[in-house]
């Protein structure tokens, strides 16, 4: 079992910047692929972005050059750097893992975060 909790949420202007985490406990980190979805009200839960256990990276097309993922395999820890954020980035984030292959399709993560409420103000 893998343990998931996200953080650093909030609101934020558009144009601003905000950093997201994921503290994972449990089984060990570094085997996991994890990723980045995003769920807005009323919406289906959409990816967002991925990196493997090897650090290869998949992005959404819409997140493209202003999102960052990355992971701290010592500290057990992924992270979402979200830059020039948009009124239609806001979402609830949410991280998960995967024993597998990183890919964009929900249904291959194992493991889910309960999320954190990021809004982007106009």
């Known amino acids: 079992q893998v343990h998931l909790v996200e953080s650093g949420g909030g609101l934020v202007q558009a144009g601003g910047s905000l950093r997201l985490s994921c503290a994972a406990s449990g089984r060990t980190f570094s085997p996991y692929g994890m990723g980045w979805f995003r769920q807005a009200p009323g919406k289906e839960r959409e990816f967002v972005a991925a990196i493997s256990r090897f650090g290869d990276v998949l992005y959404a097309e819409s997140v493209k050059g202003r999102f960052t993922i990355s992971r701290d395999n010592a500290k057990a820890t992924l992270f979402l750097q979200m830059n020039s954020l948009k009124p239609e980035d806001t979402s609830v984030y949410y991280c998960?893992?995967?024993?597998?292959?990183?890919?964009?399709?929900?249904?291959?993560?194992?493991?889910w975060g309960q999320g954190t409420q990021v809004t982007v103000s106009s």
């Open positions: 998960a893992a995967t024993g597998r292959g990183i890919s964009a399709n929900a249904r291959t993560y194992d493991y």
